[in-house]
C-alpha cells in the first residue's frame, strides 16, 4: 500500500456504522484509519462492514491500545484536534500532508487533556447554535476532504 498522505484518528469510537463509514472516506481520500481503544464495537461487528461496503478491503488501517502507542507509532507529525469548543475553525489553517486528524467518541468527544494540551492545534466546524453537534463520519468527511482541496489548489497554484 501506498504511503497514506493524512492520517485519521477515531479515540474511542462507539458506533460501527460511523467507523464503517469513516473507513470508507478514507479510501476515497488516501487516508490511513487508526482507532485507538477501546472500541464501542467488535472488529468483527457486521454493522461496522456493512457500512464500510466493499471499501474495507482497501483500507489502511490500524488498531492501537492507548494513545501513547498510538503517538509512537506516527511519530512526528502535525496533529488537529476537532471539538465543537475549540476557538478555532477549520478553514484558518493550512492542512499539509502527513498530518493527523484527531476525532473523539460520539457521545464524549476527546477528554479534556487531549485539548488542553493542545489548544493551538484544537480545530472546529462551524454551524448554527441550535445544532448540537455533526455525526462523526460527515465531521471526517468535511475536514478530510477540505485538506485534499487544500492540497489540489495548492499544485494548480504553483
Not at 447554535?129 to 455525526?135: E, I, K, T
Amino acid at each position: 500500500m501506498p504511503q497514506p498522505n493524512l492520517h485519521i484518528v477515531l479515540y474511542q469510537p462507539e458506533i460501527p456504522h460511523n467507523t464503517g463509514s469513516v473507513g470508507r472516506t478514507c479510501v476515497a481520500v488516501g487516508a490511513k484509519l487508526w482507532l485507538v481503544r477501546p472500541l464501542g464495537f467488535r472488529l468483527d461487528d457486521r454493522r461496522l462492514h456493512r457500512a464500510g461496503l466493499d471499501y474495507w478491503q482497501h483500507l489502511d488501517w490500524e488498531v492501537v491500545d492507548d494513545w501513547d502507542t498510538l503517538c509512537s507509532r506516527l511519530g512526528p507529525r502535525r496533529f488537529w484536534f476537532f471539538s465543537k469548543t475549540a476557538a478555532h475553525g477549520y478553514s484558518d489553517v493550512r492542512f499539509e500532508p502527513g498530518d493527523v486528524l484527531v476525532f473523539g467518541s460520539e457521545t464524549q468527544g476527546l477528554p479534556q487533556s487531549l485539548l488542553q494540551g493542545n489548544l493551538e492545534r484544537c480545530l472546529r466546524i462551524p454551524m448554527q447554535p441550535n445544532a448540537r453537534s455533526l455525526n462523526l463520519a460527515v465531521s471526517v468527511a468535511v475536514i478530510a476532504f477540505e485538506a485534499k482541496r487544500q492540497w489540489t489548489q495548492n499544485r494548480s497554484l504553483s
